[in-house]
């Protein structure tokens, strides 16, 4: 009597059962081990930052609304504030200000103001929601040739703030888009003969500019590259230091919570083909917020976040199309009785994400939110068939158009599941209206789903090609299209710049929610260049993941 394997394939009734072929990835290890186990958490040192910096915080808010101060010299200590992650602390004074400011703005008023301090202007009034015109920088254009003035190029300070006003720049303003190419340009032409601290400021915003930039570690960077601008109110610096290290210890001791709870849920054994990426994964979750109210929020999300490099993972790199459907039917089911028909090796998964939710809506129920925790399910179980439909695809060599592709793939983009399961431990700012919005599936979340989608598409699709990894964008766009591989992610490239363009435009007032509830889908798709500008940084988290996770919690030194 034949036995019926789980998978429903038919084998000969012999000693050794052969086992299906797997897709298997062999991916690298864990880099870190256990090594953030081992934090533990001193809240006597905690409480004494936070003590700490109630001075210099009084000191910075004084300034900021000293009625006093040159409006120039206001936005630009806003402008160090907001890059040393501190706006939070004074959102309403700074709001104020930036009021009075921008309804006093007359555009001659920029006539006699030079590239650098229009720059600083243009992106402190951006990143706060004012729609600055672009026009402020026309009088650096050459009216005659149309394009920038030569003389612009010897100001490098200027350049490097107008290549960072350019990544606020929405669809239609061209000269954004002129000024940055021209500005990547020129300051690659230049960047060896610099020094010092402008040298260090004009690599690092090469390499990635703030504003794509995950906050918690360009505060870092800004603190180290800009000091002499901090150093303009000693107060700043003060705060600066005492804020990172308050953060520090927080963050570590979150860190410690996660590795352990997964070390706890076993999955390294029970599914040992998966990526090892705990502190990846943390890092990412810690892109979307680092304030100190959304500790919580954190580990909530990272847990989710975990749970979908599992499905991935197994979806990807290790069951067979027939496991993947009993799978996929299991998770739509939603019920424990689902776990006899799936295989033995994914049901301690299937046990620990029905458990994990299940305790997530009883903890809401109690504020009353537990919406947030089905809408983050429904989501969950959205992804897995938007996974099933790709493994279909793959199982019978289909390449899908490239319409079919994006409208599958801003499900697999993982970011509508992300961002809802963010908002899970967010409090009582999440309202309703705040889920409704969400659920309407908005253009600003669209334009970050696009983003993770593509351009995660556009840096795996070699490694996932090789492993017979389902069709990806890069391939519809080639089949749908008939152009080469090489014009179809120069078109996909083009898609992600306007998506930027939607989420700039998205984050400008009169917004629909708050930036609170914007700023996690602004940073997943910050996240997003961070782990895939250069390469595919989360199966090979050995550069600027490695980097980022060194600075913020291996480095234990406080500031
Ligand atoms: C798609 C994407 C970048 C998602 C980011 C959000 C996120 C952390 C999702 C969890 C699963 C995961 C790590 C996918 C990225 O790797 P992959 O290249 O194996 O994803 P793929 O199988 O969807 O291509
Ligand atoms: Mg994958
Ligand atoms: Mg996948
Ligand atoms: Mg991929």
Excluded at 390 to 401: I, K, L, M, R
């Amino acid at each position: 009597m034949a036995a019926v394997e789980a998978n429903g394939t038919l084998q000969a009734n012999t000693k050794t059962t052969t086992e299906p072929v797997r897709p298997l990835a062999n991916f690298p290890p864990s880099v870190w081990g256990d090594r953030f186990l081992s934090f533990s958490l001193d809240n006597t040192e905690l409480e004494g930052y936070a003590k700490a910096m109630e001075e210099p915080k009084e000191e910075v808010r004084r300034l900021i609304v000293n009625p006093t101060m040159d409006s120039n010299k206001k936005l630009s200590l806003i402008y160090s504030v907001h890059r040393l992650g501190l706006t939070y602390l004074f959102l309403q004074e700074i709001e104020a200000q930036l009021d009075i400011i921008f309804k006093a703005f007359k555009l001659q008023d920029y006539d006699e103001v030079d590239l650098y301090t229009t720059s600083i202007n243009f992106q402190v009034f951006r990143h706060l929601g004012h729609k600055l015109p672009c026009d402020v920088f026309n009088k650096f254009k050459d009216s005659s040739s149309g394009t920038f003035k030569e003389s612009i190029t010897n100001d490098v300070k200027g350049m490097l703030g107008l290549y960072e006003s350019a990544q606020l720049r929405l669809r239609g303003e061209s000269i954004l888009d002129e000024a940055s190419a021209f500005t990547v340009t020129q300051l690659k032409s230049v960047v060896n003969t610099l020094e010092g601290k402008l040298a260090q400021q004009v690599l690092q915003s090469l390499k990635r500019p703030f504003h794509q930039g995950m906050p918690m570690v360009e505060a870092r960077f800004y603190f180290s590259n800009y000091d002499e601008e901090c150093s303009t109110h000693e107060s700043l610096v003060k705060l600066a230091k005492l804020h990172f290290n308050y953060l520090q210890l927080q963050q570590k001791e979150e860190l410690r919570i996660v590795s352990k709870w997964w070390k706890d849920m076993r999955f390294q054994e029970t599914t040992p083909y998966i990526r090892d990426r705990v502190p990846e994964i943390y890092l990412w979750i810690l892109g979307l917020y680092f304030e100190p109210r959304y500790s919580l929020a954190r580990i909530i999300a990272t847990k989710i976040t975990l749970f979908l490099v599992v499905l991935d993972d197994t979806y990807d790199a290790y069951a067979t199309i027939e496991e993947i459907r009993l799978l996929t039917d299991a998770i739509n089911r939603w019920d424990i009785s689902a776990i006899e028909q799936i295989p033995e090796y994914i049901r301690p998964f299937y046990k620990i994400l029905l458990d994990e939710y299940a305790e997530l809506e009883k903890q809401l129920a109690k504020e009353g939110r537990a919406k947030s925790v089905i809408a983050s399910k429904e989501a969950f179980q959205d992804i897995a068939r938007g996974y099933l439909e790709e493994a279909e695809w793959t199982s019978s060599g289909y390449v899908a158009s490239f319409p079919e592709y994006m409208k599958n793939g801003l499900i697999t983009s993982a970011y509508n599941v992300i961002s809802k399961s963010a908002l899970v431990g967010m409090g009582e700012m999440v309202s309703e209206d705040a889920l409704a919005w969400y659920e309407s599936h908005p253009k600003t979340l669209q334009a970050s789903e696009l983003i993770s989608r593509l351009q995660d598409d556009v840096m795996t699709y070699q490694f996932e090609r090789e492993r017979g990894q389902s069709a990806t964008g890069v391939d519809s766009y080639i089949k749908t299209y008939g152009v080469s591989e090489k014009e179809a992610i120069f078109e996909l490239n083009k898609m992600i710049e306007n998506a930027w363009k939607d989420i700039n435009e998205g984050c400008l007032k009169p917004r629909e929610v708050s930036m609170d509830l914007l700023a996690p889908i602004l940073n997943l798709a910050r996240m997003i260049d961070v782990v895939y500008r250069y390469d595919d940084g989360f199966t090979f988290p050995g550069k600027t993941m490695k980097e980022y996770i060194t600075l913020l919690f291996v480095g234990s030194s406080p500031m």
